[in-house]
C-alpha cells in the first residue's frame, strides 16, 4: 500500500508557480520522497528526489520540512505541456521495491 | 525517449490466446519490472527482477508469467486472459532494485 497522501487534482494558469503537497506521517528514517509525472498513455517520469530540506533540479524543487511527514513538490511558471498526474513515493532506498504508486495528483494547467 | 523500449504499443486479443509483451532496456540497469495501470486505478507492481532473478511476485494469477533472459530484457506471456486484465502494461528499469525507475510507453492490452 502507498505510504502517502495527494490531492486527487489541482488547477492551475500558465505561468503560475504550482505547489502539490503529499502528507507522509509514517515516513520512516530511511525512506527518501521521490516525484514521477506521468502524461496520458506514457509510462511515469522521473522528476526529483530528496531526503530533508530542499532540493532543486532544472525542472522542479522539493521542499521537505524538519518533521519530514509532508514534502512540496513545486513547479516553477508551469505550461500547458505541465498537465499531467503528479505521483509523490516514499520508501527506503535500501529495501528491495519498499516505494510504491498511490493515486496521484491530476494537475490541469489552463491557457 | 526513455530508453526502455516496449513492444507492442497495442495488443488486441481473445480469451483463449496465449501472447507476450516484451520489454528492451540498453541503460545498463541491473533492475526490471511489470506494472499494471488500470483505468482510474493506480499503478500495481506485479514483478520484479533484480540481476535476471525474481525479487518479488505480487499475488498476479498464474496467467500471468514473466521471463528475464538476460538484464536487457523482461518479458511477460499471456495466457487465457480475463476482461478486467485489459490495462495498461507498463514496464520499467532501475540501476539497481531501489533507484528512481524508467518507465516505457507501455502496451495498452485489450482482451476481448
Known amino acids: 500500500l502507498a505510504k502517502t497522501t495527494q490531492p486527487i487534482s489541482m488547477d492551475s494558469y500558465e505561468g503560475q508557480e504550482v505547489n502539490i503537497t503529499c502528507s507522509h506521517n509514517?515516513?520512516?528514517?530511511?525512506?527518501?520522497i521521490t516525484w514521477y509525472q506521468q502524461f496520458p498513455s506514457q509510462g511515469p517520469r522521473f522528476i526529483i528526489q530528496g531526503y530533508k530540506t530542499k532540493v532543486t533540479n532544472e525542472v522542479a524543487s522539493l521542499f521537505i520540512p524538519a518533521d519530514r511527514k509532508s514534502s512540496t513538490l513545486s513547479l516553477p511558471r508551469v505550461s500547458l505541456s505541465d498537465t499531467a498526474v503528479y505521483y509523490c513515493?516514499?520508501?527506503?532506498?535500501?529495501?528491495?521495491?519498499?516505494?510504491?504508486f498511490g493515486a496521484g495528483t491530476r494537475l490541469t494547467v489552463k491557457p | 525517449e526513455t530508453g526502455v523500449t516496449q513492444t507492442p504499443r497495442h495488443l488486441v486479443m481473445g480469451m483463449t490466446n496465449k501472447k507476450s509483451l516484451k520489454c528492451e532496456q540498453h541503460l545498463g540497469h541491473n533492475a526490471m519490472y511489470w506494472y499494471k495501470q488500470s483505468a482510474k486505478k493506480p499503478l500495481e507492481l506485479m514483478f520484479v527482477y533484480s540481476l535476471e532473478e525474481r525479487v518479488e511476485n505480487n499475488s498476479v494469477p498464474s496467467r500471468f508469467s514473466p521471463e528475464c533472459p538476460n538484464s536487457s530484457h523482461l518479458f511477460l506471456h499471456l495466457h487465457t486472459l480475463q476482461p478486467e486484465d485489459s490495462a495498461l502494461y507498463l514496464c520499467?528499469?532501475?540501476?539497481?532494485?531501489?533507484?528512481?525507475?524508467?518507465f516505457g510507453d507501455g502496451t495498452r492490452l485489450s482482451i476481448l
Open positions: 520499467a528499469s532501475s540501476r539497481d532494485s531501489n533507484q528512481p525507475q524508467h
Open positions: 513515493l516514499v520508501g527506503d532506498r535500501n529495501l528491495n521495491n519498499d516505494m510504491r
Open positions: 509514517n515516513i520512516a528514517t530511511n525512506d527518501y
